[in-house]
């Protein structure tokens, strides 16, 4: 059963345009969300988080919303670069450092 | 320069083997954890170890072994009951504080079975 779940498995967007990648989940005791981005062969690298108790973090060109009730989150990336080009993953933890919970990744193309 | 060192980094296994994935960290980090992917399936969890002497398995267990005799190291041995071998293996740490400042990922293995 998955408890994180990124049903976009690709998405392309033109250069200089935004692009949002959405995330759910089912567990309700998750409190702290984060995103993470892959190139082919390497480790993910993280990119933002946001804990329960916010709706929204903003990390520059980043911006993380989080909408509880439907138990959502969408990262959103403007402008989008080519450099942004990479495998995106929304993972989740519940509070106690218990290990975290990927989704299966939405791989983002920025077309120039 | 501290970080997550995993070794090698493609690894070659003949079926019916036991192979080891080492991870090691200069972090200072007390948790450590194996992760595998495989195309279309995100990362999965194989064990963690919050602590040393100590791990837990994770959803995806059946087919591996892990150790943390030091706090530096989390080596994964794939035996050959495991089924499907073949993906790409990740090490992390993080740092126990209860709550996610993201997790330190090594560069991974790549093992294939021939």
């Known amino acids: 059963d998955q408890q994180v779940k990124q049903n976009s498995p690709s998405l392309s967007v033109q250069e200089g345009r935004i692009s949002i990648l959405n995330c759910d989940y089912t567990?309700?005791?998750?409190?702290?969300f984060l995103w993470y981005k892959k190139y082919p062969a390497e480790g993910p690298t993280f990119l933002i988080s946001i804990s329960s108790i916010k709706d929204k973090n903003e990390d520059g060109r980043f911006t993380v919303f989080l909408n509880k009730s439907a138990k959502h989150l969408s990262l959103h990336i403007v402008p989008s670069q080519p450099g942004d080009s990479a495998v995106y993953f929304c993972?989740?933890?519940?509070?106690?450092?218990?290990?975290?919970?990927f989704g299966k990744g939405t791989r983002l193309s920025v077309i120039a | 320069d501290g970080g997550i060192t995993q070794s090698p980094k493609y690894l070659f296994r003949k079926e019916g083997q036991n192979v080891t994935l080492s991870c090691e960290q200069n972090l200072n980090h007390d948790a450590m954890y194996w992760y595998r992917q495989d195309p279309g399936q995100g990362l999965r969890l194989i064990y963690y170890?919050?602590?040393?002497?100590?791990?837990q398995k994770g959803d995806i267990a059946e087919g591996y072994s892990v150790s943390r005799e030091k706090k530096e190291s989390f080596p994964l041995t794939v035996t050959s009951a495991q089924k499907n071998p073949t993906a790409f293996y990740l090490c992390a740490s993080n740092s126990d504080r209860g709550y996610h400042y993201g997790y330190t990922f090594g560069s991974g293995t790549r093992l294939t079975v021939v």
């Open positions: 170890s919050q602590i040393v002497n100590d791990f």
């Open positions: 567990n309700s005791m998750f409190d702290y």
């Open positions: 993972a989740a933890s519940a509070f106690g450092n218990t290990p975290l919970v």
